[in-house]
């Protein structure tokens, strides 16, 4: 497989560029072909010679994958499927190179469409490792981290990508749990010589690896939503293993040393699971543990995947949870569900597709 020059750096693709042969400035012209200009194959970069040209085409690949598969909403939401080469494992030649070997899967990303933005639910892993109870990618077990280069190829391969106004890394997989990868293209993303994005653009919701969300709190300045789901440690460890690993007042306790009362943005997730999580003990309990904190919760509706034992909160329920939670100061909202009839909504996605594109 060859390397991707998507997702590379102005230094590694000077690396590219001088290992190749050509001059140092053509790495500058390919980083605009790249990234402002969203190109998707290297014969189109033409004002670079035809012989630099070959010689990147000979040893790299752009990196850009069309989806093999999209799926419309009735209410304009669009899903789309790539396809994505995960490396599974590696091993040790007796060179002592390293040998990967690669797993076939896929990935979505869902892009919707709002009144004055269009927003890209971006996927960072095939599959998930995490494990709660309630979602289908987790319910698919873990098939492998994604590149940079696969990570950014889902916003310059979709047919809405040069009117997309922002990203979540809400879509399949936990972001924190491929921190490396997922940082690089918010850096890509944010920087000049990238997308030249805000980082107010961009949003990554994570069930809260406590390390790793300190990392990302440090390294970024990109909002950041939280998947609360229940406020009381044994009900939330049976919803999320990771609760028992990181539990949810560790997560509020280091959230809370960090600034959100200017431009950042922290939110807590809350799918409601009827007769679970949706009554004023809980209502109250979640104020509690988010007293002092400038966010807002937003309420979700639970959309029904196979054979799991959950329902969702009827709107009423919902109603005066919402009501009980804003009465004690905390802002919330219940979030309208986009795209479920095509399996986009929040916990539906599984990187399958039925119809073709
Ligand atoms: Fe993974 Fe997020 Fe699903 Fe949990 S909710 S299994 S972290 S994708």
């Known amino acids: 497989m060859k390397e991707k020059l998507l997702g590379k750096t102005p230094e590694e693709l000077k690396e590219v560029a001088v290992g190749l042969g050509l001059p140092a400035f053509a790495s500058r ?9 969203k190109a998707r194959s290297i014969d189109a970069m033409t004002n670079i010679s035809r012989n630099g040209r070959e010689r990147l085409a000979a040893a790299f690949d752009l990196g850009a994958v069309p989806p093999s598969a999209c799926q419309a909403s009735a209410d304009g939401t669009k899903k789309y499927l790539f396809p994505v080469r995960c490396p ?77 106004t ?18 690089k293209a918010i850096d890509v993303l944010t920087s000049d010589w990238g997308f030249a994005w805000s980082p107010k653009r961009i949003t990554l919701s994570t069930i809260g690896i ?8 440090d390294e970024t300045r990109c909002h950041l939503a939280v998947s609360m789901h229940d406020p ?36 807590f997730e809350y799918i409601m699971f009827s007769g679970m999580n949706d009554d004023k003990r809980h209502a109250d309990a979640l104020s509690r543990m988010l007293r002092g ?26 109603e005066k949870f919402r009501d009980r939670l804003s009465n004690q100061g905390i802002t919330c909202t219940i979030r309208a569900s986009r795209g479920e009839d095509i399996s986009a909504a929040c916990g539906m996605l599984a990187g399958k597709h039925n119809q073709s594109y």
């Open 210 to 217: 406590v390390p790793v969300l300190k990392k990302y709190l």
């Open 232 to 267: 009381f440690d044994d009900e939330r460890g049976e919803l999320m293993p990771i609760q028992k690993k990181y539990p949810i007042e560790d997560v509020i306790r280091l959230i809370k040393q960090y600034d959100f009362t200017g431009q950042r943005r922290v939110s």
């Open 293 to 318: 904190l400038e966010c807002r919760v937003n309420l979700i509706r639970f959309h029904k995947i196979p054979d799991a034992p959950f329902l969702t909160s009827p709107d009423l329920i919902m």
């Open 88 to 164: 599974k494992s590696f091993r040790q030649t007796t060179d002592s190179s390293e040998l990967y070997e690669y797993e076939d899967s896929s990935v979505e990303a869902v892009m919707i469409p709002e009144d004055d933005r269009k927003t890209l639910c971006v996927s960072s892993q095939a599959g998930c490792r995490m494990g709660c109870k309630f979602c289908m990618t987790g319910r698919q077990g873990f098939h492998g981290n994604l590149s940079v280069s696969d990570i950014l190829n889902q916003f310059i391969s979709i047919e809405e990508s040069g009117e997309l």
């Open 29 to 37: 012209q390919v980083a605009q072909w790249l990234y402002s200009k």
């Open 166 to 183: 922002n990203a979540v890394f809400m879509g399949m997989g936990e972001p924190l749990d491929n921190y490396v990868n997922v940082k």
